[in-house]
């Protein structure tokens, strides 16, 4: 299984950005489909959340500002954020649980390769 994030970029504040994950390989089931964030010197925190049954959650930092979805079919996650401020700059990560095949018994995490959001004036 592999994750490959897009979307990154330099924006001025104000400014929006799309990021996108793709799952690909062996892929049963999904569960949770999530993105991290790390920012230079800090703990990588968690963003916003999608479930299984398309129930979105978010930190308080991006709350209004930031909408996670996902394409069940094409096993994609997106995030788009708006509104952007010099504050979300960071390394972002996509983050999946998912069951590779049915034997499995439990949902593992895979960790996509982080993208580069600088918000900047």
């Known amino acids: 299984v592999q994750l490959q994030a897009s979307g990154g970029g330099s924006v001025r504040p104000g400014g929006s950005l799309r990021l996108s994950c793709v799952a690909s390989g062996s892929i049963f089931a999904t569960n949770n489909m999530n993105w991290y964030r790390q920012a230079p010197g800090k703990q990588r925190e968690l963003v916003a959340t999608i479930t299984s049954r398309n129930d979105p959650d978010y930190a308080d930092s991006v709350k209004g500002r930031f909408t996670i979805s996902k394409d069940s079919f094409k096993n994609t996650v997106y995030l788009q954020m708006n509104n952007l401020k010099p504050e979300d700059t960071a390394e972002y990560y996509c983050?999946?649980?998912?069951?590779?095949?049915?034997?499995?018994?439990?949902?593992?995490?895979?960790w996509g390769q982080g993208t580069l959001v600088t918000v900047s004036s």
């Open positions: 983050n999946v649980e998912l069951k590779s095949n049915p034997l499995q018994t439990r949902f593992y995490a895979y």
